[in-house]
């Protein structure tokens, strides 16, 4: 078994992690979209920065086949004189393999390395998939002069084409990867042992490694199925505080010692499961909703953001509503009313967005959000793209209060928000009879995804008229979900 550059990076997450994928791969959850979606926005980032290279020659490989065959073309091109290759493909003794994005030679049997990431910065974990890299080149009778990370600028607005040594950055990491050469010898030798093991490491979410302590608690959770309140539902809990409960033999929340130190949240939390009951401060609670002013409208976007901008006077990653949706009680007693807008063209949506906005929110009266700092940040965004019109939307950001902040401060806990102050953990506890499982859109990753792929990149698999229905019930039960949460609060 080889061990590759992406099974490393496995394995410093987690070393079950590896072993799983060696050995029993279908244990580890499948790619869903909005992760492939992901993937395919960094590979069109990947096409901007091999423009910095006009001499590079691309290898890759489409199957099984031309990837086992991409070592012989490597070695072939560069005998054949290449001096810049994309995808070149390295292997070392039967152990270790990995794919460079980009080589260049500066001189005889010396490369500078060069990895392409859809960040806006270089980061830790590049350094370390990097000095992997540098160790399989170097035994593979190689050496590496300067190692770098080429990553988006976010300071970077479009205007007309893009040009690559615009919207690219080029960071050098030569010292870092270097710093980190004893560190990776150590680490591949014992991936190597793991992935040849016969038995699995033990899987606790405690030994998750490089920040991966949520993501490899999801697979620890799908294999091993704790039982309800068990402590790997404690919210913001890390990995140290994690293996001091499993080392003193503590499962569930109700027995986490009174003395264990733990945040406020936290201890809400499991005092909630102890209790079993809720934990209401009526006090703030009340004291929020009468700050309020009538007319109130519940206010909540759906937005785009691409690594490359779509639009002239975007920058990369930049959030753009193109929907809201509006409910509106004018009254504590008055009839709901309802407003929206769903842009449905290939044209920048800021600005029709904001103008839908003006003719809908009155000048007087509190604007509800949940989470506010998303839907201030988008009128500031809207106000760039309508200048006219950017008093209103700031005035609208003086008159926003947070529907979160009950939730998010602890002033109503249940155990069941699993430490959570989502408004898709509140709903279902608080609302039960509302519910997103019926709608074709379940959450805002799919809604932006799905919105870009058809409206922007013009998809023709998606059926735009049932994808705008969609959209419409889902950003409608945001708003509709915040009213119902409003009125639980208001019964307090």
Same mark, same amino acid.
């Given at each position: 078994?080889?061990?590759?550059?992406?099974?490393?990076?496995?394995?410093?997450?987690?070393?079950?992690?590896?072993?799983?994928?060696?050995?029993?791969?279908?244990?580890?959850?499948?790619?869903?979209?909005?992760?492939?979606?992901?993937?395919?926005?960094?590979?069109?980032?990947?096409?901007?920065?091999?423009?910095?290279?006009?001499?590079?020659?691309?290898?890759?490989?489409?199957?099984?086949?031309?990837?086992? !065959?991409?070592?012989?073309?490597?070695?072939?091109?560069?005998?054949?004189?290449?001096?810049?290759?994309?995808?070149?493909?390295?292997?070392?003794?039967?152990?270790?393999?990995?794919?460079?994005?980009?080589?260049?030679?500066?001189?005889? $049997?010396?490369?500078?390395?060069?990895?392409?990431?859809?960040?806006?910065?270089? $980061?830790?974990?590049?350094?370390?998939?990097?000095?992997?890299?540098?160790?399989?080149?170097?035994?593979?009778?190689?050496?590496?002069?300067?190692?770098?990370?080429?990553?988006?600028?976010?300071?970077?607005?479009?205007?007309?084409?893009?040009?690559?040594?615009?919207?690219?950055?080029?960071?050098?990491?030569?010292?870092?990867?270097?710093?980190?050469?004893?560190?990776?010898?150590?680490?591949?030798?014992?991936?190597?042992?793991?992935?040849?093991?016969?038995?699995?490491?033990? %899987?606790?979410?405690? %030994?998750?490694?490089?920040?991966?302590?949520?993501?490899?608690?999801?697979?620890?959770?799908?294999?091993?199925?704790?039982?309800?309140?068990?402590?790997?539902?404690?919210?913001?809990?890390?990995?140290?505080?994690?293996?001091?409960?499993?080392?003193?033999?503590?499962?569930?929340?109700?027995?986490?010692?009174?003395?264990?130190?733990?945040?406020?949240?936290?201890?809400?939390?499991?005092?909630?499961?102890?209790?079993?009951?809720?934990?209401?401060?009526?006090?703030?609670?009340?004291?929020?909703?009468?700050?309020?002013?009538?007319?109130?409208?519940? %206010?909540?976007?759906?937005?785009?953001?691409?690594?490359?901008?779509?639009?002239?006077?975007?920058?990369?990653?930049?959030?753009? @509503?193109?929907?809201?949706?509006?409910?509106?009680?004018?009254? @504590?007693?008055?009839?709901?009313?309802? =407003?929206?807008?769903?842009?449905?063209?290939?044209?920048?949506?800021?600005? @029709?967005?904001?103008?839908?906005?003006?003719?809908?929110?009155?000048?007087?009266?509190?604007?509800?959000?949940?989470?506010?700092?998303?839907?201030?940040?988008?009128? $500031?965004?809207?106000?760039?793209?309508?200048?006219?019109?950017?008093?209103?939307?700031?005035?609208?950001?003086?008159?926003?209060?947070?529907?979160?902040?009950?939730?998010?401060?602890?002033?109503?806990?249940?155990?069941?928000?699993?430490?959570?102050?989502?408004?898709?953990?509140?709903?279902?506890?608080?609302?039960?009879?509302?519910?997103?499982?019926?709608?074709?859109?379940?959450?805002?990753?799919?809604?932006?995804?799905?919105?870009?792929?058809?409206?922007?990149?013009?998809?023709?698999?998606?059926?735009?008229?049932?994808?705008? !229905?969609?959209?419409?019930?889902?950003?409608? %039960?945001?708003?509709?979900?915040?009213? =119902?949460?409003?009125?639980?609060?208001?019964?307090?």
């Amino acid at each position: 078994m080889l061990l590759s550059k992406s099974d490393y990076l496995l394995y410093l997450k987690h070393p079950a992690w590896l072993w799983l994928k060696k050995h029993d791969k279908e244990k580890l959850p499948p790619i869903d979209d909005n992760s492939q979606a992901v993937f395919d926005a960094g590979n069109l980032f990947e096409s901007y920065a091999e423009r910095l290279f006009p001499d590079g020659i691309r290898l890759g490989f489409t199957d099984y086949a031309s990837y086992l !065959a991409l070592p012989e073309q490597t070695m072939e091109a560069l005998l054949g004189g290449a001096r810049t290759i994309f995808q070149a493909r390295f292997v070392v003794d039967d152990q270790l393999t990995c794919i460079c994005d980009v080589i260049t030679v500066v001189a005889e $049997k010396t490369f500078d390395l060069y990895e392409i990431k859809s960040s806006t910065e270089a $980061k830790p974990e590049h350094i370390v998939d990097l000095a992997f890299q540098s160790y399989v080149l170097r035994q593979s009778g190689f050496k590496v002069r300067n190692v770098y990370v080429v990553h988006v600028n976010n300071e970077y607005v479009r205007s007309g084409d893009v040009n690559p040594n615009d919207f690219c950055v080029i960071s050098d990491v030569t010292d870092k990867v270097n710093a980190n050469t004893e560190t990776t010898v150590q680490r591949i030798g014992e991936a190597l042992e793991v992935m040849q093991s016969p038995s699995m490491p033990e %899987l606790s979410p405690a %030994l998750a490694g490089n920040g991966a302590f949520g993501e490899w608690l999801s697979i620890y959770t799908s294999i091993t199925k704790p039982p309800k309140d068990s402590i790997y539902e404690l919210c913001s809990l890390n990995a140290a505080k994690t293996k001091q409960l499993e080392d003193a033999g503590v499962k569930l929340l109700a027995d986490i010692p009174d003395d264990f130190p733990l945040t406020p949240k936290q201890n809400l939390q499991v005092t909630a499961v102890k209790l079993h009951q809720r934990l209401i401060k009526p006090e703030p609670i009340k004291g929020l909703l009468n700050s309020f002013e009538y007319p109130i409208y519940f %206010l909540d976007y759906e937005t785009m953001a691409s690594i490359v901008p779509a639009f002239d006077g975007m920058r990369p990653y930049q959030q753009v @509503p193109f929907q809201y949706s509006l409910h509106i009680l004018d009254s @504590p007693d008055s009839e709901l009313r309802h =407003e929206e807008y769903l842009h449905r063209d290939t044209t920048n949506p800021g600005q @029709p967005v904001a103008r839908a906005l003006r003719s809908h929110i009155g000048d007087t009266g509190t604007v509800l959000a949940w989470n506010m700092s998303f839907e201030k940040n988008c009128n $500031k965004t809207l106000a760039a793209a309508e200048p006219e019109l950017r008093d209103f939307l700031m005035d609208v950001n003086d008159r926003m209060n947070d529907l979160m902040l009950p939730f998010s401060k602890g002033w109503h806990v249940d155990k069941n928000f699993c430490g959570s102050a989502s408004i898709k953990k509140v709903l279902p506890v608080l609302v039960p009879t509302l519910s997103y499982a019926e709608l074709g859109i379940h959450e805002g990753g799919s809604a932006q995804r799905l919105w870009v792929q058809a409206v922007i990149d013009g998809k023709d698999t998606i059926d735009k008229q049932v994808l705008f !229905a969609d959209l419409t019930e889902y950003c409608k %039960l945001d708003t509709l979900a915040m009213v =119902e949460i409003f009125n639980v609060l208001r019964k307090l």
